[in-house]
């Protein structure tokens, strides 16, 4: 039987792809041109087009056209979501998580283990520019220490960058920290007392669930949907079954998931912390490293009430190293000007003022704009990279924005073991067990591709590869 146009059409475009006529990243021709090309209709070029949009081949970008989005393979399956029936555990993360943290800043080798941001994009020596300067200059020397609610003109900058997450917020309502893990600590602290139970997303960011075990809190695993985050329904059902006290949540290109959670959902939620009224700590690291379009409105952008605590830094768009956090509190603002206090009185003003100046000034939203890009990029090559080397069972996260891939393999793969023998040969990946305290996770990984691909890392893709393929057989 003779194929559809369309379909014609599209296998022609698939192949070309497939042949390297078209790399990933390149333009399409126009619906137009196409339609002119092939001598077909508009109807049948735009079929085509949705078809192989719908395939992974290809997406399509605002006012700009159809772009390459996979190369010579089909498109990947999305990780499944966990069938688990969510319960409170006492949280037990073991050294593993700290020596992998100590693997982000292994000098040699390929590490893929750590949520690091690319530190050489120009406005890394801008930082370093404006910090020599500002130290010269004896900006922020002219007192003791700093408020302590943080440096004023650092929290305008925030205040004005939060419209863009949807946020109304006044200088007054924001709070300076030591990063987004101390802002996230703080809200922990003043929300809830030993043996609280914490819901959490799952796979959950290792980072929260060893901050939940140090406080002597509980967890509970909520089912995450890979493209959708924290499902709502699974989260309800766990509010009229146990006493949670906070909801925690990433909920724009979550780590390790890349998931953003849409904003019908995020009403959802809302109305669910005003029903069991409790209070919903949102970590919004990655909600400016969006790959296109406008950054996700954050859940805070809904709540009336005061009742998010909406926590960020710059670690993810400028520097981990300068420890520059906040949290805008809402109705919780005292405890967490206390907590704040009673931790460490204030913070250090020469990082608060080089951010904010790096903040005010239009080279970090050419910043921004250029490093979206390349991580597109970069998280795309990875995605390729693990078609053509990793067992064609794999799963594997599509995320939208964010630094990390999540990946799933067959459950006879231990991704614990992985982790050591790439350990071995010098190369680092973030092994599933640390994700969660329920065991689900052993037969995945996390991997960054936060930093620009050389001969050597796609040679360590290509490695891990050959690890999994080697443990696939065995089994
Ligand atoms: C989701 C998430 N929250 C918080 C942090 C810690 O952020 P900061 O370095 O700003 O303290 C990280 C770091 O990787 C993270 O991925």
Redesign the pocket.
């Known amino acids: 039987m003779q194929k559809l146009l369309y379909v014609q059409l599209g296998d022609q475009i698939s192949d070309q792809i497939r042949e390297g006529l078209y790399k990933v990243g390149e333009r399409l021709p126009s619906v137009r041109e196409l339609s002119k090309r092939e001598q077909v209709s508009i109807a049948t070029v735009n079929t085509a087009y949705a078809n192989l949009e719908q395939r992974g081949w290809i997406e399509a970008r605002p006012k700009s056209g159809y772009f390459v989005r996979r190369s010579s393979l089909d498109a990947v399956d999305l990780p499944e979501t966990a069938n688990l029936k969510p319960k409170p555990r006492h949280v037990s993360i073991n050294e593993l998580a700290m020596e992998v943290q100590r693997g982000a800043s292994s000098k040699t080798g390929a590490s893929f283990c750590?949520?690091v941001p690319d530190l050489n994009f120009p406005i890394s020596k801008i930082i370093q520019r404006t910090y020599v300067s500002q130290a010269r200059a004896g900006v922020t020397f002219d007192q003791g220490y700093d408020s302590p609610e943080g440096l004023y003109e650092l929290r305008k900058q925030i205040a004005k960058r939060a419209l863009e997450a949807g946020i109304r917020v006044g200088v007054d309502e924001l709070i300076t920290t030591?990063?987004?893990?101390?802002a996230?600590a703080l809200a922990l602290r003043a929300l809830t007392k030993p043996g609280d139970i914490v819901a959490v997303e799952s796979p959950c960011?290792f980072?929260?669930l060893q901050m939940i075990e140090s406080f002597g809190l509980k967890s509970i695993e909520i089912p995450t949907d890979p493209k959708d985050g924290m499902s709502i329904d699974a989260l309800k059902l766990a509010l009229q079954q146990w006493p949670i006290k906070v909801v925690l949540s990433?909920t724009a290109y979550?780590?390790p998931l890349g998931c953003v959670m849409p904003n019908d959902h995020k009403q959802a939620l809302i109305q669910l912390l005003q029903q069991y009224d409790i209070a919903m700590i949102e970590?919004d690291?990655?909600g400016e490293l969006q790959f296109e379009g406008h950054r996700p409105k954050a859940v805070k952008a809904f709540d009336e009430e005061g009742r998010v605590l909406w926590c960020s830094?710059v670690?993810?768009t400028m520097d981990?190293k300068l420890?520059v956090?906040w949290i805008a509190p809402g109705k919780y603002y005292a405890e967490i000007l206390h907590q704040k206090y009673v931790n460490s009185i204030a913070l250090p003003s020469l990082p608060q003022s080089v951010a904010a100046q790096v903040m005010a000034q239009g080279q970090f939203d050419r910043h921004l704009r250029q490093a979206r890009e390349a991580y597109r990029q970069r998280s795309q090559h990875l995605i390729d990279l693990a078609q053509m080397h990793f067992p064609s069972e794999m799963r594997a996260s599509s995320p939208q924005g964010g630094l990390v891939v999540w990946f799933e393999m067959p459950k006879k793969i231990d991704a614990t073991d992985l982790y050591y023998q790439c350990r071995e040969r010098d190369v680092r990946i973030a092994p599933g067990e640390l994700f969660s305290v329920t065991g689900l996770y052993q037969n995945c990984f996390r991997m960054s591709f936060a930093k620009p691909w050389t001969l050597e890392s796609e040679q360590a893709v290509a490695m891990i590869g050959q690890q999994l393929k080697e443990m696939m057989m065995k089994s």
């Open positions: 750590a949520a030591s990063g987004a893990q101390n996230l960011y980072g929260l990433i979550s780590n970590d690291i990655y830094s670690s993810k981990p420890r956090g």
